[in-house]
């Protein structure tokens, strides 16, 4: 079964619509993260909520926002997608921070802007 | 500055064969711990080793097996006896512990094409 779910696997958008892509976990982890994999790229951290504790990466964007409003669930809001937030997005939790312990992808939510 | 190196943008090898992935890391930290994930074609990334800086003591498993060696900064991964299924995108990554974040900094992927 799966423990870390992404809804939806494929969003298309318009420039400059918002949308936002949802993660929910079975795993009770505390650490939740958002990761952007652009083609050919590797995944890139945008932010990470430990607990509900968030922690934004330097160079987020502003238009990248997320929310947690509980433990199982975590929301990645694009507040108005230009053609270069075309990606993946990946969603992870990790028990220990990542530090000790793995971290568990969902499969992704594929984001296509028009 | 941290920093994980695959120089092996494509592989493409014969049902059968061995292939090795390199990977190389920068980091200052005494501490830390080192990935690999399998990302096939569906896009999931499936966890497959974690090695801490302390234990530099080979695995194997199934048909994988990884050598750490911090005296050359490196962590490779080998599948031996190849198959069609092991075809996906491989990621080396690497955690360190002073970032107390638990942030994985990845490599750019090697892509494993194996043909039947």
């Known amino acids: 079964d799966a423990m870390v779910i992404q809804n939806p696997r494929y969003q298309v958008t318009q420039f400059g619509k918002p949308v936002t892509l949802s993660c929910s976990q079975t795993?009770?982890?505390?650490?939740m993260y958002w990761y952007q994999q652009k083609s050919s790229q590797a995944p890139k951290l945008l932010f990470h909520?430990?607990?509900?504790?968030?922690?934004n990466e330097a160079d987020t964007p502003d238009n990248f926002q997320s929310r947690r409003p509980n433990t199982s669930f975590c929301f990645l809001d694009i507040r108005s997608p230009g053609l270069g937030d075309a990606a993946m997005y990946l969603c992870a939790t990790s028990r220990a921070g990542g530090l000790t312990g793995e971290l568990f992808f969902g499969e992704g939510s594929r984001l296509t802007v028009l | 500055a941290q920093k994980v190196t695959q120089a092996q943008t494509e592989i493409s090898v014969v049902e059968k064969e061995d292939v090795t992935l390199d990977c190389v890391y920068e980091?200052?930290?005494?501490?830390?711990?080192l990935f690999w994930y399998k990302q096939p074609p569906s896009g999931e990334l499936v966890f497959l080793i974690r090695r801490n800086s302390f234990d530099e003591q080979n695995e194997i498993s199934g048909r994988y097996s990884w050598n750490f060696q911090k005296s050359t900064s490196s962590f490779n991964f080998t599948i031996t006896a190849s198959q069609v299924v092991d075809s996906a995108v491989y990621f080396c990554?690497?955690?360190?512990?002073?970032?107390?974040?638990?942030?994985?900094?990845f490599g750019q992927g090697t892509t494993l094409q194996v043909k039947p």
């Open positions: 990554a690497l955690s360190e512990r002073s970032s107390n974040t638990g942030k994985l900094i």
């Open positions: 795993l009770n982890h505390n650490v």
């Open positions: 909520y430990y607990d509900k504790d968030f922690n």
């Open positions: 980091t200052r930290d005494t501490t830390y711990y």
